[in-house]
Every structure is written in structure tokens, then in C-alpha cells.
């Protein structure tokens, strides 16, 4: 429970980040990127499990969570590199409301519902297609392999969505 809520805190926050950050008119631009870095690393997170479950039906996770903890600490000191993302200006930014004026703008409740059949159909797919993998005797790289085979998906599908800088 700790850990679906934590991720859950995580996602929040990264969307957060991004619509916070953007100016008016590029939230779809940067939601696009947003996707398509996501589902990269959902593409190559299970290239661990390849690696080190190969003809395993279960993979060695202590190696697999060494591997992924040098790998989050190398990604953090590159994050720190970065530039700065600039905030929009204070008139840029919608005057706010409460929750039931936000839910009545046309679309957004259809968008909320989608958005969420989307993100359980995605997670349930990555925490039952390992089990489900290892009840038939599929080995840890085949269902690495059909991981990394979604995820690349999804990133084909977000890079079409990115607008193209003339």
C-alpha cells in the first residue's frame, strides 16, 4: 500500500512539475516530452530484468535493485546539470477556482476518467505481466523483453504526439 502510494505522490508531482513550469500554450509540447521520457525508461527498467533473470523464471532482484539505486544516483547528478525550467509569469498562469469549477470546463471530466483507465490498464499490466509470466514458465528476459516492447510503444506513441519545431 505504502508503495502504490508513493508511486501514485510521484506521478502527481512530476505532472505537477511540468504544468507548473510551462507556459501558457506549451502544456502539450511538455506533457508529450513528459510521456515519451516515461516511457523510455519504462522500456529500458526491464532490460534489468533481462540481464539478470535471463533463463530464470524469477531474476536475482538484490543485483537488479543495486543496478537500478547506481543507476537513480547517476540520473539525479545529470538532473542537476540541467537548466532550469523557467515559470510562467504570474498573469500567464489560470486564475484557479474550486474543484467543482474545475470539473465543469468541457472535457475535463472525460479527460480524468480516460486518463485514469489508462494508468490502471498500464500498471496492472506492469505488476500482473511478471506473475502472470512466471505461473505459464516464461523466463525473466521474455517477459523483460515484453515489457521493454510496451514501453517502446508508448514512446512511439508519445514522439508522434510532440509538435515538430518549424
Known amino acids: 500500500m505504502l508503495l502504490g502510494t508513493g508511486h501514485l505522490g510521484c ?4 505532472q505537477a512539475l511540468v504544468a507548473n513550469t510551462t507556459r501558457r500554450g506549451g502544456h502539450d ?14 522500456a529500458a527498467g ?26 537513480s544516483a547517476v540520473l539525479v547528478a545529470l538532473s542537476a546539470a540541467l537548466a532550469r525550467s ?11 477556482g474550486d474543484v467543482r469549477s474545475q ?3 468541457p472535457g475535463l471530466a472525460h479527460a480524468l476518467v480516460t486518463s485514469c483507465v489508462v494508468l490502471a490498464a ?25 515489457l521493454t516492447v510496451r514501453g517502446l510503444g508508448w514512446a512511439g506513441v508519445a514522439a508522434r504526439r510532440l509538435p515538430v519545431d518549424p
Open 11 to 14: 506521478v502527481i508531482a512530476q
Open 29 to 42: 509540447a511538455a506533457f508529450g516530452r513528459y510521456t515519451f521520457a516515461a516511457s523510455l525508461g519504462q
Open 46 to 71: 526491464p532490460v534489468l530484468i533481462a540481464v539478470f533473470g535471463g533463463e530464470r523464471a524469477i531474476p536475482d532482484t538484490g543485483r537488479i535493485f543495486l543496478w537500478s539505486c547506481g543507476l
Open 86 to 96: 523557467p515559470c510562467p509569469e504570474a498573469g500567464e498562469q489560470d486564475a484557479g
Open 103 to 105: 470539473l465543469r470546463r
Open 122 to 146: 498500464v500498471d496492472i499490466t506492469l505488476v500482473y505481466l511478471p506473475a502472470l509470466g512466471t505461473e505459464h514458465g516464461l523466463t525473466a528476459g521474455t517477459i523483460g523483453l515484453l
